[in-house]
C-alpha cells in the first residue's frame, strides 16, 4: 500500500527512508509511527497503513539509518532481538529528534494539516521528547522505555500525550510508572492508561508478544485521541 521516500536531515547530512501511505481521499491529518528497536519492519509498515486507512496521511522514518539504513529484525528470533539491542545501545536520541523534527515537517507541507505522532518500546520514549521539544499537535507513546528519565521536560509539554504501558512490563517496572503519573498528575493534557497482565510490546500489529483484547482497546484510545486533537 505504502512507498519509500526521502526526508533530508535537518543538518544536511544526508537523507533517510521514510514509509509513507496516504489515504485515498484527501487526508484528515498526518500520522508520523515512530518504530520499535526492530527497524520499520512489517509490524511498523503494517501500521502506517492502518492509519492511512482511516483516512490520515502516515509515514515511518528510518531511526537507525545513519548506522544501519533499511534495518529490519523479528523481534520474535531471539538473535534477531539481541542484534536490535545492539542498534539501540548505538543510537543517537537527539539525532533521532531531529529526524523526527524532519518528518514532521515534511508531513505538515506535504499535507498542509495538524501532525500526530505515536510510537512504541524506543519510538515510545521518542514520542515523548518529541511532544516535549518539537512542535506535535498530539502525541501517543505506547510502553516508552526511560520516560522516567526525562521528566525533568515534563514542563515543556504545550500539546496533549496519551502514554500506554503493560503492567507485567519486564522492561518498565511499575515504579517508572507510578514517577510519570506523580509528574503529570497536575497536568490536564496527559493521559495515562496501563493495561493489566500483559507485557512490553501487546500492541505490536503482529507476533507473540501481541495481546489482542490490551491492544484492540489501547489503538481503540489512540485512534479517539487523535481524532478529537488532529482535527
Known sequence: MGELIKVDSLDGSGSFNVYQANPASEPKAAVVVIQEI??????????????????????????????????????????????????????????????????????????????????????????????????????????????????????????????????????IPLEAVTQIREAFAANPRVQIYTYPDVDHGFATAFGNRRVDAAATLADNRTQAFFAEHLS
Not at 519492519?41 to 483516512?55: L, S, T
Not at 542498534?87 to 507541507?109: C, N, P, S, V, Y
Request: hydrophobic fraction near 40%.
Open 38 to 171: 526492530f527497524g520499520v519492519n512489517k509490524g511498523i509498515r503494517a501500521k502506517v497503513d492502518g492509519w492511512a486507512e482511516q483516512g490520515y496521511a502516515a509515514y515511518a522514518l528510518d531511526l537507525f539509518w545513519r548506522d544501519t539504513p533499511g534495518l529490519e529484525l523479528d523481534p520474535d528470533v531471539p538473535e534477531q532481538l539481541q542484534q536490535a539491542f545492539g542498534h539501540m545501545q548505538k543510537f543517537d536520541l537527539d539525532k533521532g529528534i531531529e529526524d523526527i523534527e524532519a518528518t514532521i515537517r515534511f508531513a505538515r507541507a506535504a499535507t498542509g494539516k495538524k501532525v500526530g505522532v505515536t510510537g512504541y518500546c524506543l519510538g515510545g520514549l521518542m514520542t515523548y521528547l518529541a511532544a516535549t521539544r518539537i512542535d506535535t499537535d498530539a502525541s501517543a507513546a505506547y510502553y516508552g522505555g526511560g520516560i522516567n528519565n526525562f521528566l525533568s521536560e515534563s514542563h515543556a509539554l504545550a500539546r496533549p500525550l496519551l502514554m500506554h504501558f503493560a503492567e507485567k512490563d519486564h522492561f
